[in-house]
Each structure stands twice: as C-alpha cells, then as structure tokens.
T-cell receptor, first 111, second 111 residues
Framework: DVKVTQSSRYLVKRTGEKVFLECVQD?????MFWYRQDPGLGLRLIYF???????EKGDIPEGYSVSREKKERFSLILESASTNQTSMYLC??????????FGQGTRLTVV | QKEVEQNSGPLSVPEGAIASLNCTYS??????FFWYRQYSGKSPELIMS????GDKEDGRFTAQLNKASQYVSLLIRDSQPSDSATYLC???????????FGTGTQLKVEL
C-alpha cells in the first residue's frame, strides 16, 4: 500500500512565524502536491513537483514556497504565517498519469 | 471558467437508490479522471480512475466518461448510509502533471 505521511496532524503557530510542513511518500512517486482545503472552496492546489528539485506553482502559491531535495520528501513553507493561512493542508503523491494518494492532513491554526 | 466543476449539493437519495454525481471540465486535452470520496475530517480516498470514453464498473460504482461533452460522472448503485460523504472529481489538466479538483458534491443517503 502507498503510504504518504505528513509530519503533524495538528499545528498551532503564531502570526509571522516561519512554518514548515513536511510530507514523505514511500512509493518512489514522481509527482507530489500540496493542497489546502477550506469549507466551500474545495481542494486548491498550492504547489506541485514533478521531479526532484522541480516545482510548479499551482492556483494559490502566494505566501508559500516549497522544497524537494529528495524524491520522497516534499516540504511546504509558510515564510511568514498569517491568520488567513489557517486551513487544512493535504499532501498527495502519484506516479505519472495515475491517481494520487493523500496523507492524513495537517490542520494548521495561525493565531 | 473553472477547470473542474461540480454541483455542491447536498444530493439526498434514499437508501437502496442510485446516486448520480456529475462533473464537467474545461480542458479538452485532459486524459485522466478520478473520483475520490472524503468523509468529514478525513483525507480524500480514491474510488475510481477512468482514462477512456465509456463506462468503468467496480462493484457498486460506475464511472462514465464522455470526452466530446467534457463530463465525467459517478453512479453509486444500492446506496448505503455509509456512502454519505463528499465526492470529489479530479482531472489532470494541461496535458501535464497538474491535478485539479472540483469543489465536491455532498451526498446524503437517507434511511
């Protein structure tokens, strides 16, 4: 079974802090994704990566950056957390042209 | 125009009925389509993948794809209360690696 693991299930951070969300997959998948999910807005793509050190902006990249130094790990960075970044963050990975599998999600609260 | 569109619902069906969920997409070059189910507070889980025109059946689920009309649907036969969830349609857009989701349709199966 594919396993996608996110580093934290719940996280509380202060406004202005630098926040790191980590995601690790164990199936040698090329593609990895970061989404945020908010009520009524569905899953919105922040960034994705199609290979090591390769990344592309999704639909809402502002205020975020990503890092993929190793194939199995994809990190989402909030450079200076703000209250409007309070959300559920979901990481996913997939093989080319196949379905994506999700981690358990990180519920981030910025106070 | 949104890349992937779904009615938000809720769609209410009685137990044992057929639930029909629909999704339209804007990128005519899209080749890969997925249906996910998401229970409240949980991550999305894959139900079906479909890549070619026509129907694909898996147990009580049937996915239908019509590329000419740019829609994909999911039929759930013999609906059960445990099917009550939000159903997300996802599409690989742009002929590349971007996996985009609709906002989801909430399904309620009533006793």
């Amino acid at each position: 079974d594919v396993k996608v693991t996110q580093s934290s299930r719940y996280l509380v951070k202060r406004t202005g802090e630098k926040v790191f969300l980590e995601c690790v997959q164990d199936m040698d998948h090329e593609n990895m994704f970061w989404y945020r999910q908010d009520p009524g807005l569905g899953l919105r793509l922040i960034y994705f990566s199609y290979d090591v050190k390769m990344k592309e902006k999704g639909d809402i990249p502002e205020g975020y950056s990503v890092s993929r130094e190793k194939k199995e790990r994809f990190s989402l960075i909030l450079e200076s957390a703000s209250t409007n970044q309070t959300s559920m963050y979901l990481c996913a990975s997939r093989l080319l042209d196949r379905a994506a599998f999700f981690g358990q999600g990180t519920r981030l609260t910025v106070v | 125009q949104k890349e992937v569109e779904q009615n938000s619902g809720p769609l209410s069906v009685p137990e044992g009925a057929i639930a029909s969920l629909n999704c339209t997409y804007s990128d005519r070059g899209s080749q890969s389509f997925f249906w996910y189910r998401q229970y409240s507070g949980k991550s999305p889980e894959l139900i079906m993948s479909i890549y070619s025109n026509g129907d694909k059946e898996d147990g009580r689920f049937t996915a239908q794809l019509n590329k000419a009309s740019q829609y994909v649907s999911l039929l759930i036969r013999d609906s059960q209360p445990s099917d009550s969830a939000t159903y997300l349609c996802a599409v690989i857009v742009g002929g590349g690696n971007k996996l985009t989701f609709g906002t989801g349709t909430q399904l309620k199966v009533e006793l």
